[in-house]
């Protein structure tokens, strides 16, 4: 027998009843069967008040959708006690209306109702029994409920379904046959494992990681049961899923996809500040590589303006950072205001507006007026941003990439990457990974012409370089695509790679 268990219950179908009946969220023959039976003065109070009553996957969630709707479809207080013991004067009309049908929808409706629920739900059951979805999903994911519960409603035709009421409910409609129904169960029981997977993360705080955890769910469910073309709007994001490597746990896999997400977020707001001046947002570095890994990768993007921005809106984009810094990964952001005409024709050392990364946090918080004034002037590292951005970038937001990005001179890029490891032998004692991979990457571009990630140049290290340096290459790769912790002594591959630059 499943644990995810099909139920009528007659409070839950009268709050989503009365929705229905006065077309509040939902447009459908059952509402338009029943309107005769709400005074169309009624109708319109809660007409009135739709939005605040109403959700909207990835769009928007009402501001009394939880007390007026949610609490109440749980079906363990009656609508006339629940509504009376609201106290708000500015849901009172509302309350009002709610919880004064409920025994006329008793006498009348429910009765007629049941008579179409209960062989629906029996059918239903059947097919989740049948399935072992369940079990299933669970060993998939690594978590487990302890029950779920179909709370199974005649009356949201037209409108959202799928959508919690407690920790445990869920509300379904009865609008496609029951063997098109299940994955949609199944979709939403993967939802409450992700819950829990994901915990401590801004998957469900926030409309902007609706699509990605929706399609992380249905990502599953595909591995499971094959596509059930129920969120074939998620398609972008289950390949995205679908491409990253095998073994990943689902929190590794939605931290992946929850920086885009972010930079998502980012883009928007930065548009907000800029308007038309600004051209297009741009990832690079192991963001577009797509080796980005949340413990030891920093978000790293352009952001291409057609003028300098005003102080003050410098000083908005900062803030932007500042106040996301939370659900950014470890190591943060990286990020250069640069101008569209020094993309188009790049000269090393490329001139930029503004630049922000964690080194400089302390700096940006303790006297932002300062930092924005000496923050600008040219940076050497931009000749590989620009060239790394060219060959794999992506746009976030704006102009395609090559509508954008000039060619950066070959010798530039050159500079640029040995610039990044001068210091290697210095360094390598206190950041070996980056170094070890870094130094693959150089003696791969010099070599070969390659352009690489780090993940990259250490694999082309293991393939092309000498097999006694391969334990130390090793480790850093390892510890760049986990924890991050890497206890090699890189000092003497450094020193023999630092000779083979030249």
């Not at 079990?135 to 029950?147: F, K, N, V, W, Y």
């Not at 352009?451 to 510890?479: R, T, Y």
């Given at each position: 027998m499943s644990k995810i268990r099909v139920e009528i219950n007659p409070i839950t179908n009268y709050i989503f009843h009365m929705l229905s009946v006065a077309g509040v969220g939902y447009d459908n023959d059952y509402g338009r069967r029943w309107r005769h039976t709400l005074p169309e003065s009624d109708i319109a109070v809660l007409k009135k008040h739709e939005r605040q009553l109403t959700v909207k996957g990835g769009e928007h969630c009402g501001e009394w959708y939880g007390p007026l709707v949610c609490e109440a479809a749980k079906g363990d207080v009656s609508p006339e006690d629940y509504y009376?013991?609201?106290?708000?004067?500015d849901m009172a009309d509302v309350c009002r209306v709610l919880g004064g049908h409920y025994q006329e929808y008793l006498q009348v409706v429910y009765p007629e109702s049941l008579r179409e629920l209960e062989p629906y739900a029996a059918q239903l059951q059947q097919l989740l029994d049948e399935s072992d979805l369940a079990d299933r999903a669970e060993a998939m994911i690594g978590q487990t409920l302890p029950a779920f519960r179909v709370m199974l409603v005649n009356g949201v035709a037209g409108g959202a379904e799928g959508i919690d009421i407690s920790d445990s409910q869920d509300v379904f409609g009865i609008g496609r046959a029951p063997e098109a129904k299940w994955p949609f169960i199944g979709h939403e029981y993967i939802i409450y494992l992700l819950k829990k997977a994901l915990a401590g993360t801004a998957a469900f705080q926030t409309m902007d990681t609706w699509r990605i955890t929706e399609g992380l769910a249905e990502h599953y469910l595909t591995r499971l049961f094959g596509e059930s073309g129920a969120f074939r709007q998620m398609q972008d994001v289950m390949d995205f899923?679908?491409?990253?490597?095998?073994?990943?746990?689902?929190?590794?896999?939605?931290?992946?996809?929850?920086?885009?997400?972010?930079?998502?977020?980012?883009?928007?707001?930065?548009?907000?500040?800029?308007?038309?001046?600004?051209?297009?947002?741009?990832?690079?570095?192991?963001?577009?590589?797509?080796?980005?890994?949340?413990?030891?990768?920093?978000?790293?993007?352009?952001?291409?303006?057609?003028?300098?921005?005003?102080?003050?809106?410098?000083?908005?984009?900062?803030?932007?950072?500042?106040?996301?810094?939370?659900?950014?990964?470890?190591?943060?952001?990286?990020?250069?205001?640069?101008?569209?005409?020094?993309?188009?024709?790049?000269?090393?050392?490329?001139?930029?507006?503004?630049?922000?990364?964690?080194?400089?946090?302390?700096?940006?918080?303790?006297?932002?007026?300062?930092?924005?004034?000496?923050?600008?002037?040219?940076?050497?590292?931009?000749?590989?941003?620009?060239?790394?951005?060219?060959?794999?970038?992506?746009?976030?937001?704006?102009?395609?990439?090559?509508?954008?990005?000039?060619?950066?001179?070959?010798?530039?890029?050159?500079?640029?990457?040995?610039?990044d490891v001068a210091d290697a032998l210095a360094d390598v004692q206190s950041n070996p990974v980056y170094v070890i991979l870094n130094l693959c990457r150089v003696l791969a571009a010099i070599r070969e012409g390659a352009v690489l990630s780090k993940a990259q140049g250490g694999a082309w290290g293991l393939a092309n370089l000498p097999e006694e340096h391969h334990d130390v290459i090793c480790a850093a790769l390892e510890a760049y695509e986990g924890s991050g912790e890497c206890h090699v002594d890189g000092r003497a591959f450094a020193a023999w790679a630092v000779a083979a630059l030249g």
């Amino acid at each position: 027998m499943s644990k995810i268990r099909v139920e009528i219950n007659p409070i839950t179908n009268y709050i989503f009843h009365m929705l229905s009946v006065a077309g509040v969220g939902y447009d459908n023959d059952y509402g338009r069967r029943w309107r005769h039976t709400l005074p169309e003065s009624d109708i319109a109070v809660l007409k009135k008040h739709e939005r605040q009553l109403t959700v909207k996957g990835g769009e928007h969630c009402g501001e009394w959708y939880g007390p007026l709707v949610c609490e109440a479809a749980k079906g363990d207080v009656s609508p006339e006690d629940y509504y009376a013991a609201m106290d708000d004067p500015d849901m009172a009309d509302v309350c009002r209306v709610l919880g004064g049908h409920y025994q006329e929808y008793l006498q009348v409706v429910y009765p007629e109702s049941l008579r179409e629920l209960e062989p629906y739900a029996a059918q239903l059951q059947q097919l989740l029994d049948e399935s072992d979805l369940a079990d299933r999903a669970e060993a998939m994911i690594g978590q487990t409920l302890p029950a779920f519960r179909v709370m199974l409603v005649n009356g949201v035709a037209g409108g959202a379904e799928g959508i919690d009421i407690s920790d445990s409910q869920d509300v379904f409609g009865i609008g496609r046959a029951p063997e098109a129904k299940w994955p949609f169960i199944g979709h939403e029981y993967i939802i409450y494992l992700l819950k829990k997977a994901l915990a401590g993360t801004a998957a469900f705080q926030t409309m902007d990681t609706w699509r990605i955890t929706e399609g992380l769910a249905e990502h599953y469910l595909t591995r499971l049961f094959g596509e059930s073309g129920a969120f074939r709007q998620m398609q972008d994001v289950m390949d995205f899923y679908r491409q990253q490597k095998p073994g990943l746990t689902a929190r590794a896999l939605y931290l992946r996809a929850e920086a885009w997400a972010l930079l998502h977020t980012i883009a928007r707001a930065y548009h907000s500040i800029l308007g038309d001046d600004l051209v297009g947002v741009y990832a690079h570095g192991s963001m577009a590589f797509g080796c980005f890994e949340p413990e030891t990768s920093d978000l790293d993007f352009l952001v291409v303006v057609e003028t300098e921005p005003t102080d003050a809106q410098k000083r908005g984009l900062l803030e932007i950072l500042l106040q996301l810094e939370a659900f950014a990964p470890a190591k943060g952001f990286e990020m250069s205001v640069v101008l569209a005409a020094d993309c188009a024709a790049p000269v090393h050392p490329i001139p930029f507006c503004l630049h922000y990364s964690n080194a400089h946090r302390a700096a940006c918080q303790q006297d932002m007026a300062a930092y924005i004034a000496c923050m600008k002037g040219n940076d050497p590292d931009l000749a590989a941003h620009f060239t790394v951005t060219r060959a794999v970038g992506r746009a976030v937001w704006g102009k395609p990439v090559a509508e954008v990005f000039g060619e950066v001179p070959w010798t530039a890029y050159l500079d640029s990457i040995r610039a990044d490891v001068a210091d290697a032998l210095a360094d390598v004692q206190s950041n070996p990974v980056y170094v070890i991979l870094n130094l693959c990457r150089v003696l791969a571009a010099i070599r070969e012409g390659a352009v690489l990630s780090k993940a990259q140049g250490g694999a082309w290290g293991l393939a092309n370089l000498p097999e006694e340096h391969h334990d130390v290459i090793c480790a850093a790769l390892e510890a760049y695509e986990g924890s991050g912790e890497c206890h090699v002594d890189g000092r003497a591959f450094a020193a023999w790679a630092v000779a083979a630059l030249g």
